[in-house]
């Protein structure tokens, strides 16, 4: 294992961080923020509890997720999309570097900046809602697997996509409206019978579900189902990089 290699890519997006600090880390903070105090203080005023829990707590899981989802692709697609559009990708595959070493360096370095503004919208949701983490070891969990699944997923975007627009078509028009729709800010109990059994075969139900019994001890599925689900995808994203380097997809034309 070349752990100078990998350190050094990490180390280059972890700058790019820094630089884009505004954009990174600020903007998304005050989305959350707005969705905060729109959904919490309009909705929320209508809303007494679900499941026992207050509605502006309640929605505390779901929009981190949206976050972790969204910053995880964006951060992955767009460090793998560069080099190939200007070129410079082809040092990095011509270095005496794995697929493995590169996917370390790039996906760690995505599910670290995802992690760390996950955790800056944690913070900030005490200044709007009171709430607890009942089960903090297994929110870390979550929080882990969702940043490493979608830095994983985001990369294969980033191979994927030929231009700009295709780099934001999946995010924006896939992953946002499934998180919107997946229970982010309700439970799908209050929907009639035949949309409760619509919404289980989205995917980003079982993350949301997962994580918000994380919190509160309330879950739309079980916790166990959320974790195969989660490890599922894992998985299939592993298969799906290890088949794009093992045939140079998208990389080596």
């Known amino acids: 294992m070349n752990f100078e290699a990998v350190r050094s890519i990490y180390l280059y997006e972890m ?8 954009q990174s880390v600020v903007s998304p903070v005050l989305s959350t923020s707005l969705y905060f105090i ?18 502006g ?37 011509s270095a005496p570097v794995s697929f493995v070493e590169i996917l370390l360096g790039y996906v760690g370095a995505a599910a670290t900046k995802s992690l760390i503004l996950g955790a800056i919208i944690l913070a900030t949701a005490h200044l709007f809602v009171p709430m607890e983490v009942r089960h903090p070891f297994w929110m870390l969990f979550f929080m882990i697997l969702t940043a490493v699944t979608f830095s994983l997923f985001g990369f294969i975007i980033g191979i994927w996509a030929d231009n700009f627009e295709k780099l934001q078509l999946i995010p924006l028009l896939i992953v946002t409206p499934l998180v919107f729709l997946g229970g982010s800010f309700y439970s799908i109990e209050m929907l009639p019978e035949f949309w409760q059994k619509v919404t289980l075969l989205n995917p980003v139900l079982y993350l949301i579900s997962g994580f ?21 995808f894992l998985l299939l994203c592993l298969a799906l990089v290890w088949w794009i380097f093992r045939t140079g997809y998208k990389l080596k034309a």
């Not at 080099?83 to 595959?93: A, D, M, R, S």
């Open 212 to 232: 918000r019994w994380s919190f509160y001890e309330t879950s739309d599925v079980s916790v166990e189902v959320s974790i195969l689900m989660i490890m599922f």
């Open 57 to 93: 707590a309640f929605i505390v899981p779901g929009l981190m997720m949206l976050t972790l989802l969204q910053n995880s692709i964006s951060s992955a697609s767009f460090a793998i999309y560069f080099p190939k559009f200007v070129g410079t990708i082809y040092e990095v595959l």
């Open 38 to 55: 729109v959904f919490g203080a309009a909705i929320g005023s209508r809303i007494d509890e679900i499941d026992g829990v207050p509605y």
């Open 15 to 22: 700058a790019r961080m820094r630089r884009t600090l505004l």
